[in-house]
């Protein structure tokens, strides 16, 4: 039983998409690494649970609640487009924006102090 549903995750991680613009924050990065965990040390009496899991997993991965209950046109809160939300969830975006709420002084003093470093 536990390797039937081992395969069927996997089966269902395969339609996963992976973000490589975030790295180390990516959700299907995490539920790999949760299933693998899980899988490693496996109860036979939690295999219910693990199967109701892999079933709503896979409703999501196959985009179902998406298709049945679809919406024209780009709708958010924000009013951004997909890619625009994609581009500033982006790890990227996330390291300029921390540098930007760093203030000038305190990039100047790094970048000196870098600088004053290698010199050494």
Known sequence: MT???Y?????VLEKWPVEPTKKGRD???HIRLCVAEAFRGSD???SSKCQEIQESLNRIASNKYNDAFYVSGAVSSSGLSQ????????NEFLK?????DKGNIK???EKFLKSEN???
């Open 3 to 5: 390797s039937t549903l």
């Open 7 to 11: 395969r069927s995750f996997l089966r």
């Open 27 to 29: 959700l299907g990065q």
């Open 44 to 46: 036979p009496h939690e």
């Open 83 to 90: 890619s625009e939300c994609q581009q500033i969830l982006s």
């Open 96 to 100: 300029l924006l921390a540098e930007k």
């Open 107 to 109: 990039t100047l003093k």
């Open 118 to 120: 290698k010199d050494n």
